[in-house]
């Protein structure tokens, strides 16, 4: 599948995975999540090996083989992303080589280590990215970070990534509302083809009420529905429907990515799909902890008030 950026719009859901009490992966229960937040009437794109995935906690052969699971479950339709967390620049090329043998539409690039600390906004990523596109000859996605992480890279350094053929897309994480504005008017002047597909979880409403070409999220996961019922009011320029997605989606977002530390939002979520019935069991890979039953009482309030429970 030779995919643009156009061919990307719409909901993307960032897959949570599923572990078993022993720590290995319950494939039965993946299977399940896809059933669940993977369908076409609500789920237009698929992304696996990200945050939502522990990807840092899998070895090269699970993350294979959650690339190669799920391609055999989604829709043929539906583009399969799939995370590339590398260190450098040999670590991507292999890991990217890797996720597109396995079936994966789309490279994700996070940010590498050497272009932390300040040094992000640079021709480094420009570079980084051309030398990727040349060798890898595969549809590239740059995934953006938080500003304060050190790890986001500028305004200018992004709509030079945008403009190389190759990159069909950003996952835009800035973190604040105003990067994301600045950046997603840079890159649509510089590529209108580029895909910006936000995931700042505080901010979906306001997102999508300035612009951009879908929803990326782990919260696709818990609850594609209700980021489906935004997205669409969105593209009806309804405001009034907007709204009233926005009012249902509220509690969720605040149960999920509130309480402290937030790294813990996609066990948040693994806990709500187990209380839904879809999984078993919530218990993450270290250096995830599960959550406390406080919690897990905010979670299933939440998703009691969004009437999904």
């Given at each position: 599948m030779t995919l643009t950026g156009k061919d990307l719009r719409g909901i993307?859901?960032?897959?949570?995975?599923?572990?078993?009490e022993?720590?290995?992966?319950?494939?039965?229960?993946?299977?399940a999540v896809l059933d669940h937040c993977a369908k076409p009437e609500t789920t237009d794109c698929v992304f696996v090996n990200g945050h939502a995935g522990e990807a840092t906690a899998l070895t090269d052969d699970e993350k294979i083989e959650v690339i190669k699971r799920t391609r055999a479950q989604i829709?043929?339709?539906?583009?399969?992303l799939s995370g590339v967390v590398a260190t450098g620049i040999p670590d991507a090329l292999r890991q990217a080589e890797m996720v597109r043998e396995a079936g994966a539409d789309v490279a994700v690039i996070f940010p590498v280590e050497a272009l932390g600390g300040g040094n992000a906004n640079t021709a480094a990523a420009v570079k980084l990215f051309e030398k990727l596109a040349r060798e890898l000859q595969m549809p590239l996605s740059h995934f953006q970070f938080p500003i304060a992480s050190g790890f986001g890279l500028s305004t200018d350094v992004l709509a030079e990534i945008a403009k190389i053929p190759e990159v069909v897309a950003i996952k835009e994480g800035s973190a604040t509302l105003l990067a994301y504005d600045e950046n997603r008017r840079a890159v649509k002047a510089a590529s209108p083809?580029?895909?910006?597909?936000?995931?700042?979880?505080?901010w979906f409403f306001s997102q999508v009420a300035l612009g951009g070409d879908g929803i990326l999220s782990g919260l696709a996961s818990l609850v594609p529905g209700?980021?489906?019922?935004?997205?669409?009011?969105?593209?009806?320029?309804?405001?009034?429907?907007?709204?009233?997605?926005n009012d249902r989606l509220y509690p969720v977002v605040r149960a999920i990515y509130g309480p402290a530390p937030v790294v813990d939002m996609h066990t948040r979520m693994k806990d709500g799909l187990q209380m839904m019935g879809v999984i078993k069991n919530a218990t993450p890979r270290l250096p995830l902890l599960p959550q406390s039953e406080a919690v897990r009482e905010g979670v299933r309030k939440a998703l009691i008030a969004a009437e999904v429970l």
């Open positions: 993307t859901v960032a897959t949570v995975l599923p572990f078993d022993a720590g290995a992966i319950d494939w039965d229960g993946y299977a829709a043929p339709s539906q583009p399969l083809e580029t895909a910006i597909l936000p995931s700042n979880f505080h209700l980021l489906a019922d935004l997205w669409q009011a969105s593209e009806e320029m309804d405001l009034a429907k907007m709204r009233a997605a």
